[in-house]
C-alpha cells in the first residue's frame, strides 16, 4: 500500500487533504507540525510527503533540507505565499513539486499520482555511458567515475530525458512538458532550478559544464563526451 506522510498543522487543510488521498487509496499518516514531520518521514519511509512550508517551529523548507540529507522521498510543498520565491527554493532544496494555497484536492491528487509515477521505474534495463558518466535506468542510478550521484526523481528524470536524445536541443516548456507533464501548472523556472541543481551534482566543473550545456536564447542540451 502506497504510503503518504501529510505535514500540515491547519487541520482543516490536512482533513481535507487526507480524506482526498484515502478515497484514492493511499495510507496516510498526519503530522502537525515540522519536528514531527521530520520524525515520522524518517520512521515511517513513505512513498510521497505532503509538506506545508508554513510550520511552526521547524518550517517546511528545514524539514525539505534535512529530508534530503537522507533519503529521496519525493516531496510536494504546500506553499501560502503569493510570490513562490519560497517554493522555488524548496525546489532548490530537492522538492519534487509544490503547490500553491488555496489549491483544488483532485490538483494535488493529480499532482501526487504524477510524482509517484516519476518515481517508478521508466521500464527495460537501459543504460547509458558517456564516458566517466554512466546512467542506468532500470535502477534510476547515475555512477560519475566510481562515485554514485545522489540525484532527486525529478533531477534523474530530467537527466534521462536529455541525455537519452543526446545533442538534442531542449527549449525549457519543451522540458516542462516532457519531465514534468503537459497537465502540469508550473512555470520554466522550475526547469531553470532543476537544472542549476542537477549541474551541481554532476558536473566536476558547474560553472562550465561539459554534458548539460546552455543553448542561448533557446533552452539546454546535453552533449555527448
Ligand atoms: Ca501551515
Sequence with gaps: MTRILVVEDEPTVSDVVARYLRREGYQVDLA?????????????????VVLDIMLPGLDG?????????TCQTPVIMLTAKVDDGDAILGLGLGADDYMR???????????????????????????????????DASGRAVLRGDDRLDLTA???????????HPGQVFSREQLLAGVWGYDYLGD???VT????????????????PAWLKTVWGVGYKFEAR
Design 154 to 164: 525529478k533531477e534523474f528524470d530530467l537527466l534521462w530525458h536529455m541525455s537519452s
Design 101 to 135: 494555497k488555496p489549491f483544488s484536492p483532485p490538483e494535488l491528487i493529480a499532482r501526487v499520482k504524477a510524482v509517484l509515477r516519476r518515481g517508478q521505474p521508466i521500464g527495460g534495463t537501459a543504460t547509458l555511458n558517456f564516458g566517466e558518466l554512466r546512467i
Design 32 to 48: 502537525g507540525d515540522g519536528e514531527e514531520g521530520l520524525r515520522m518521514a524518517l520512521q515511517y519511509q513513505p512513498d510521497l
Design 188 to 190: 520554466t523556472s522550475t
Design 61 to 69: 523548507l528545514e524539514v525539505c533540507r534535512q529530508l534530503r540529507a
Design 193 to 208: 532550478v532543476h537544472v542549476r541543481r542537477l549541474r551541481e551534482k554532476l558536473e566536476r566543473d558547474p560553472s562550465t
